[in-house]
């Protein structure tokens, strides 16, 4: 049997009072003036739908208005991302002053319209059944209303225009945090009904996404706030600094150790080795990437060697002209093949831990938030991956069964590598043979 897919065809009813009433809305999108957003949600359009605009201006995506909607989205998602280094982002905060930041804010508020809509227009590709689902729904409903308050901002010319985009800026911060229980709640209930390699390229593309979308809103924030200090002439700190890999090792020690003997437990040592390294990059990628490494071998060590004699877990840093690599090696025990195959899968592993997201209301992903959520969510790893391959790094990891598993992690250097936005759409990998992606394990070159 076929799933049933969202169309870009529609049939309307009562055609005259929906072309007026879309006109009008087709007007009001290519100005600027403030409109109410639009809230849509996924569920196929009918024909003998009777929705209208109300006070609020809300939309419902069984209204035939929603098909003109659509149209407006179709020259956004026909756009091309435009990707940034970490370079580009360090130069503006070395170099900062009104000029920059304005440019700035309009390359943000031109950019961030156009990657919502990518991911937009992948929800809509989903199969019928799964866009129906109530936590996928919320999660497109929210992209929708981002992108219709984002895409109606005017240029940005004075700082107190960059301010009205801070505000914005920040609402869809707080709007999205509910974005990753969602999305996962909604794959997991939807396993069943929805290819696991499908599902697994949905939710990478998303979640990587995510955070590109979250470090281009930060980044701005933190620059705005940094501009407003040095021209008040108040003392201020670097939104990038260079990360020490053993520092960043250490810190990452400290929590996992604390966060595993919270139950009275014994943790293992910890032995450092290697040459130290310097490098730029976001520090709460790769603390969160780093602890969730660490924090899977104490757990596994823990549970498995008695308490009077835990093996050491062994942490290698080294560095070549271009990265900065981590080894992690721990004697926990190993992975079967059952659960090693599934290491990276949303829709291939067992979602008991999942679950779990039903007592977290929101997840931003970050260290920070392990002293809240105490649970173990099931998505460290998956995340992990996204955040490593976000700036043109690379994950990776090696079990013997019945013995212990090794952990590498490779990060470039000196952040001249593009955001990693190349993804295949979940539309255009239809009908593919399958590649081996997720399943397979990339190489790992030192």
Request: proline fraction near 4%; charged fraction near 20%; aromatic fraction near 8%.
């Amino acid at each position: 049997m076929h799933s049933i897919r969202f169309s870009k065809v529609r049939h309307f009813s009562s055609h005259a009072r929906v072309t007026q009433q879309a006109s009008h809305i087709l007007k009001e999108a290519t100005t600027h003036a403030p409109s109410p957003i639009v809230s849509c949600t996924a569920f196929p359009l009918t024909s003998n739908s009777t929705s209208r605009v109300t006070s609020e201006s809300v939309i419902n995506a069984d209204s035939n208005l929603h098909f003109y909607r659509n149209k407006l989205l179709d020259k956004y998602v026909q756009e091309d991302t435009t990707p940034i280094t970490l370079r580009q982002l360090l130069f503006y905060e070395r170099q900062l002053n009104t000029d920059r930041l304005l440019k700035s804010a309009n390359y943000v508020r031109q950019e961030l319209p156009v990657r919502i809509s990518h991911r937009i227009r992948e929800f809509q590709n989903l199969p019928f059944i799964v866009g129906t689902n109530p936590h996928i729904k919320s999660v497109y409903d929210i992209y929708w209303q981002a992108f219709e308050r984002l895409r109606k901002v005017p240029p940005i010319r004075t700082l107190e225009d960059n301010d009205n985009f801070c505000d914005k800026l920040i609402e869809s911060l707080e709007s999205h945090m509910v974005a990753i229980p969602n999305l996962v709640l909604g794959i997991s209930e939807c396993e069943q009904l929805i290819d696991s390699d499908r599902i697994d390229r949905f939710m990478h593309a998303t979640l990587r996404s995510r955070v590109s979308r979250r470090v281009l809103a930060e980044q701005h924030l933190a620059l705005s706030q940094r501009l407003k200090r040095i021209l008040n002439k108040i003392s201020h700190d670097t939104v990038f600094s260079s990360c020490s890999a053993r520092d960043t090792v250490s810190q990452c020690v400290k929590l996992a150790r604390a966060h595993s003997t919270a139950d009275n437990v014994q943790s293992p040592d910890v032995m450092i080795d290697g040459q130290d390294a310097t490098f730029t990059y976001i520090f709460d990628h790769i603390e969160y990437v780093i602890y969730q490494l660490l924090s899977n071998s104490f757990r596994h060590t823990i549970a498995t060697h008695p308490q009077n004699n835990l093996p050491p877990i062994k942490v290698t840093v080294c560095s070549n002209d271009a990265d900065v690599f981590f080894r992690i090696s721990d004697q926990g025990g190993g992975m079967p093949a059952s659960i090693y195959n599934q290491l990276w899968s949303y829709g291939q592993r067992p979602h008991a831990r999942f679950g779990n997201f039903r007592n977290v209301s929101q997840l931003a992903a970050r260290i920070t938030e392990h002293d809240q959520v105490t649970v173990p969510l099931g998505i460290g790893l998956p995340m992990s991956r996204v955040y490593t391959e976000y700036w043109g790094g690379d994950i990776n990891i090696v079990t013997m069964d019945g013995w212990g598993t090794d952990a590498y992690v490779r990060i470039p250097k000196f952040g001249t590598q593009l955001e990693n936005l190349d993804f295949v759409s979940v539309s255009e990998e239809e009908g593919r043979e399958d590649e081996g992606w997720p399943m397979s394990h990339r190489r790992f070159v030192v």
